[in-house]
C-alpha cells in the first residue's frame, strides 16, 4: 500500500492555500532529490548510470535544474525541450534527443548540441545525414513488435508508430557504420507506467540480447542501453512502487551472465524517465468553488482539465485529500470536477471523501508529471502557476500563472 | 454522403502551402457565412430566432466578429470568452453566459455586460445574488435527467455535471422571481455533435413542456427557450448533414400545437451550436515529413495533437485529402501521425489514401470547431496560425503561430 502524504504540515498547506493564488501546482525539491539519489543508488553498480529526465514530463528549467545537479540527463523529443536542457548546463551527452516524425531544423539542433541522438526510423538515417552531417555517436529506438506486447497504456507495439522494426535493426547500424558513425547506442520503450518490476528486467534482457546480436553481425560494440521510461507510479493506494533494487539485481544478474563475458563488457545501461522521478512529488492544489447536488453530489473546483488532463484524457486516477480534513471520516461520495463545459472535466468520479465544503482546500495528488505539461486553453481557461517547495523550506515561484494577454498574445502582430 | 471540398482549387491550396509556413489552420469566410445564413432562413418564422455561437469551438476575434456581423450571439463560458464577444461589438442580450462550477468574478462580469445569465445550479441563485446582484433577466439550464437518454459524446444526462434537477426546477424560477428576476428563460443542452434531426425536435418538445409547467406552477412566462447546442456534422463521407429544414418544420408544428395557443404565445427560440457553424468550413493544412514502414506504412506530418486533438482525444473521424492527388488512386492503407511522444498522437489509423510522399500537402478537413481552440503545449509543441480566406479572395492572418518566447512567457517574471 503506497503512502500519499503532503509535503507540508495540514497548517502548512493551508496556509499556503491561503498565500498563494489557486489552483497552483507545487513540486517537493527535495523528495524529488532523494527519488534521483535512491534511483542511481540502486543502480550504481552500472558503469556510468544516468536517467535521462524525459523533460515532457514537467518542462520546468527549475526542475530541470535539479536533474542537472544530481547527475541526470535529459530526454528531450523537441527543440524547446533542448533549450530547457542546454539551459539547466546540460552538455552533449548529458542531453539525449528522442523524437518521431522530426522535421529537419531539429535534427540540426540536437547535432548543434552534440546531443545523444537517438534515430525512430530507418528512413532518418539519411534524412539526419542530409540535414546535419552524421555524428559520431549514433543510437538507434528498436520496436520488438510482436517480441512484445507493450502493456494498457502504450499499446501494442506493432501498432506503434515509433521505432526500427525488427528486420530493419541490423541493417541501420550498417548502414550508420558507412555514414562514418563509431559509437553506438541502442533504445526501447516498450511500457508506460508500469508497476510490474518484471517488465523492466525482460526490456533489459531483450535490449542485451540485441546488442550481443548487433556485434555478432556487424561487429558493432554498442556502448549503452536505454531502457527507455515507463516505471509507473502508484497512483492508487493499494497500488505500490516498483522495487527498484528488486529490479536492478534482476538485470544485474543478466548482466553478470550475458554481458560481461561478452566483446560487450562494459556496456552501460541509462533509462529515460520521468515520471517515477517527479510525479509523485508534485501535487495540484485547488479551492472548491462549488458543492452541490444534482442526480449525484458534486465537489466544483477552480482547477479544471487546463490544469491536469490524465484524468479526461485516459480516465486516470488521481489520489485527492482535503486539507485539515486528512483524519476526518470518509462518508460522501462526490464526482470532483472542474468548470470546462466538458463533461469529462472531472478529477474523480464516485469517489469517496469526508464532507465538503466550499472554501475547502483540495489536493489533487501525483501531478509532479504530465500534470502542468498537458494543459490546455480550451473554454479560454488560463494555466495555473507552479511552485516549488525547496530543500530550504522556501517555497518559490518556478512559473506565473496565464494571463488573459498570454491567452491573447497571438492575436497581436 | 457529405461532400469534402477544399475552399480553393487544387493548385490554389498547393500555392498557399507553399506561401505559408505549416501547419496552419484555415477558415472560409463565405462558407461560414452561408451557413449562417441558411441557419437563420430555417427558422425564419421563429419571432426573434438567434444562434449564440459557441466561441469555445474557435475562439478567435475574426470569427466571432462575422457572428456578430450576421446577427449572431455568443455563447460564451469563461471572462476571456466574454471578453472576446464584448470586443467583436457584441452587447448585453447579445451574450449568453452559460457555465459551471462558476468563481464569482465571472458573474461580476456577466452582469456588468448586461449578458444573459444562465444558471447551472440551484445553489447558483443565493451565489449569483450575493456576487454580482440578480439580474432582471435569468435563465436556468436543466438537466432531464433520467428523462432523456443524452447522446454518445455528451453521455447520460443522470451522470453530468450540468444543470438543474429534474424536481429543482420550479424552485429554480420561484426562488428567481424572489430575488427580483423579472424575465426568464430556460436552456438545455443534452447532445453533442448529434445527426439525427427528431433529436433537436425532441429537445424542442421537452423544453416546450417544460416551459408551459413553469407557467402553471409559478405563473412565470418563459420568454425563451434555448435548445443548445449538438447539431453535428457530417465528419465522415458517409455522413449526411441535419436537414435544418426538416427539423423546423416539426419544431414549428410543435409551436403551432404547444405554444401558440397558450400564454406563452410569442416564445423565441434560440440555439447555441458552434461546431455546425464553422466546423465543416476549417482546414489544417499540413505537410508531410517523413514516409516510412514499420510494422504498418506510416505517414508523418508537420502538425500533431498540438494542432487537432480530437483524433486522439475522442478516437473521432476527420476526414484527409492529399493536394494534387484527390483524383489519384487510393490503393495504400497509411496510419497518419504527428510527433508527439504520445503513441495516440494519430491523425488517422488504416486509412485509405493515394500513395503519398515526403513533401506532399495533406489537408485535415473539418477542423473549424474545437479544433486549434483544444490545442495544447505538450513535449514543448508550438501551436500553429490561423487565417480567414476572405470572401473577397484575400487570404487574411488572424491569428499567428506560437513561438519559443510564448512558450516560455510565463517562466519570465
Known sequence: MSQ???????????????????PFHLYDEEAIRQQIRAFKEAFSWVPDFKNYYAVKACPNPAIIKIMAEEGFGADCSS?????????????GEDIMFTSNDTPASEYVAAKELDAVINLDDITHIDFL???AGFPELISFRYNPGSGRTGNAIIGNPVEAKYGVREDQLIECYRKAQEKGATRFGLHTM?????????????????????ALEIHQNTGIIVEFVNLGGGIGIPYSLDQEAMDLEAVSR??????????????????????????????????????VLHVTSKYKEYVGLDASMANLM????????????????????????????????????KFAIDRTLPSIEEGDVVVIH??????HAMGFNYNSKLRSAEYLLKSDGEVQMIRRAETIDDLFATLKF
Not at 516498450?190 to 540485441?210: D, H, P, Q, W
Not at 479526461?312 to 470532483?336: C, P, R, S
Open 4 to 22: 500519499k502524504t503532503l509535503p507540508l504540515s495540514h497548517s502548512g498547506m493551508a496556509a499556503l492555500a491561503d498565500t498563494l493564488p489557486t
Open 79 to 91: 527543440y524547446p525541450e533542448l533549450l530547457l536542457a542546454r539551459d539547466a548546463g546540460m552538455r
Open 129 to 131: 545525414n542530409e540535414v
Open 190 to 210: 516498450v511500457a508506460s507506467n508500469e508497476l510490474e518490476g518484471s517488465y523492466i528486467v525482460e526490456t533489459a534482457r531483450m535490449l542485451f540480447t540485441k
Open 250 to 287: 534482476d538485470i544485474r544478474a543478466l548482466y553478470e551472465r550475458m554481458i560481461v563475458p561478452s566483446a560487450l563488457a562494459g556496456l552501460n545501461i541509462v533509462f529515460e524517465c520521468g515520471r517515477m522521478v517527479t510525479g509523485p512529488f508534485g501535487y495540484l492544489v485547488s479551492r
Open 310 to 345: 490524465r484524468p479526461a484524457l485516459y480516465g486516470a486516477y488521481h489520489h485527492i485529500t482535503v486539507v485539515n480534513k486528512e483524519e476526518a471520516v470518509k462518508d460522501h461520495v462526490y464526482d470532483v470536477t472542474g468548470s470546462l463545459c466538458e463533461n469529462n472535466d
Open 366 to 371: 501525483d501531478t509532479g508529471a504530465h500534470g
